[in-house]
Nanobody
């Protein structure tokens, strides 16, 4: 599976962005899709995840501000980011997990940079 992330950019504090993650095949077969982020000098952390039945999970730092959603028809997962803060600045990565025969297959997209600054 190839994942293509897009939508990053420069935004002022309090602003909004929508990230997109397009998959090369049907995302219905992917058990979990998510977004991670990595700020300079820090480890990569989970931001939000969505399962194939649309259950969601969020990092505490983004709850109430970010929303993850999926469009199976477009094979795309979105991350809607509102009320952005400077501490949200990071490279955001798309991730997918597929469970097959008790084995987890993990896929990563390239990062997209989000910069929150005035």
């Amino acid at each position: 599976v190839q994942l293509q992330a897009s939508g990053g950019g420069l935004v002022q504090p309090g602003g909004s962005l929508r990230l997109s993650c397009s998959a090369s095949e049907s995302i219905s077969s992917l058990n979990v899709m998510g977004w991670y982020r990595q700020a300079p000098g820090k480890k990569r952390d989970l931001v939000a995840a969505i399962t194939s039945d649309s259950s969601t999970n969020y990092a505490d730092s983004v709850k109430g501000r970010f929303t993850i959603s999926r469009d199976n028809a477009r094979n795309t997962v979105y991350l809607h980011m509102n009320s952005l803060k400077p501490e949200d600045t990071a490279v955001y990565y798309c991730n997918a997990l597929r469970l097959l025969s008790y084995t987890t297959h993990e896929y990563w997209g390239q990062g997209t940079l989000v910069t929150v600054s005035s």
